[in-house]
């Protein structure tokens, strides 16, 4: 056989055409060299096409940007003060916003998802770090089960306003930081100026300067350039958290908080994105709870998703909602959702801000509410 017949038969087989033709045709077109190459170019531009019409449906069978759309975020973000619990704690504690998340389609969770906030101040987006769920470990939700994500405001964060300088902290070299991590140790955020030893907060710091200064006594240290020469009640105050009218002033044009995840049927990666401004803000709550437990089962009321319990008034004072003789006076509450209303709930003790109506971050709707002096005390 010649090579123009070993070629011809290669390509058949390749292609799975077949060897036979009608009559005693011979199926190797030996005597015609440009049909095998015709033939060639053919099953190649075959193959091609079926490959790419193949994956022009998977690609489009396999979209999963509408998936998004079954994570749905709060109406309103909760701006709270806190204590380390996630319990309501008063006037204690530093600021924290927060927003709750979840996903309607339970029957197929999603894989891997995590959240990522950020600030847009003016022209710039900054990132906001998050302590719950802690973004050291890649900040993972669980969306079938409705959570919350808050982003403390310390020091570090763009919701908080300058605190000055301070001689005793150590500069955060342009890196995105957050205070939770100083606290527990994971990074140091203060420094002594006598003997460059590195503390979390200021309060190991402070504690420092006092056995310095007891052994320095007793060693009969010069108090010039030693710790003697600090003033710990001067220098050691614990720094002031702001003022609710505060934040409200300093609040960035928006915050965008942007979940990511897998879809566990297409396996595909999808987004859902939700902007909040200084028009979403709830102050001094909560989320109201919307998971119950039940003898055949666990329960997420979706009606009360989005609801928010303000338990302490006092953080809401400074704001104009309450006047001097702590009563909730008539006043317009900005809430991101269609005919909400504001009834007091003596059972959970605090305003419970029912929301009815379709979910709309850009349909606010102004409410009256008006409670009497012996409902809210301090």
């Excluded at 005597?31 to 490959?51: D, G």
Aim: with cysteine; charged share 20%; aromatic share 12%.
């Amino acid at each position: 056989m010649a090579y123009g017949a070993y070629f011809a038969f290669s390509l058949q087989t390749t292609t799975t055409v077949g060897y036979g033709l009608p009559g005693s045709t011979n199926a190797f077109f030996e005597s015609c060299p440009m049909v095998q190459v015709v033939i060639y170019f053919q099953m190649v531009w075959s193959m091609l096409y079926n490959a790419f019409l193949f994956a022009f449906f998977f690609a489009r069978l396999a979209k999963t940007e509408s998936r998004g759309s079954q994570v749905i975020f709060s109406d309103t973000a909760v701006m709270t003060r806190h204590s380390g619990s996630d319990k309501f704690v008063g006037d204690k504690g530093p600021w924290r916003f927060c927003i709750r998340v979840a996903d309607v389609d339970a029957a197929h969770p999603v894989v891997e998802a995590h959240v990522r906030m950020y600030a847009k101040v003016g022209t710039q987006l900054i990132e906001m770090r998050i302590v719950a769920p802690n973004d050291e470990l890649g900040a993972n939700l669980f969306l079938s089960w409705p959570l919350t994500v808050k982003h403390e405001i310390d020091v570090h964060s763009p919701l908080r306003p300058p605190v000055g300088d301070d001689p005793f902290r150590l500069s955060n070299a342009g890196l995105n930081l957050r205070n939770a991590d100083s606290i527990v140790g994971s990074n140091t955020e203060y420094s002594c100026p006598i003997c460059g030893e590195s503390y979390g907060d200021m309060t190991r710091l402070r504690k420092h300067f006092t056995y310095a200064q007891i052994q320095e006594r007793q060693d009969e240290y010069p108090i010039e350039g030693t710790h003697q020469a600090y003033d710990l009640e001067k220098f050691f105050q614990p720094l002031k958290e702001p003022t609710a009218k505060e934040l409200l002033d300093w609040f960035p044009d928006e915050i965008i908080v942007m979940v990511e995840g897998i879809d566990s049927l297409a396996s595909g990666t999808f987004q859902a994105i939700q902007s909040y401004t200084a028009q979403n803000l709830s102050w001094g709550g909560g989320f109201e709870d919307c998971v119950f437990f039940r003898t055949d089962g666990t329960t997420v009321d979706l009606n009360k998703f989005h609801n928010v319990i303000i338990q302490n008034p006092n953080d809401i004072v400074d704001i104009g909602l309450l006047d001097e003789n702590d009563r909730l006076k008539p006043c317009s509450i900005r809430r991101g959702r269609s005919n909400p209303e504001a009834v007091f709930d003596e059972e959970v003790g605090g305003i419970l801000l029912a929301a009815n109506g379709k979910s709309s971050v850009a349909e606010t709707q102004d409410i009256t509410c008006e409670i009497e002096d012996d409902i809210l005390k301090k």
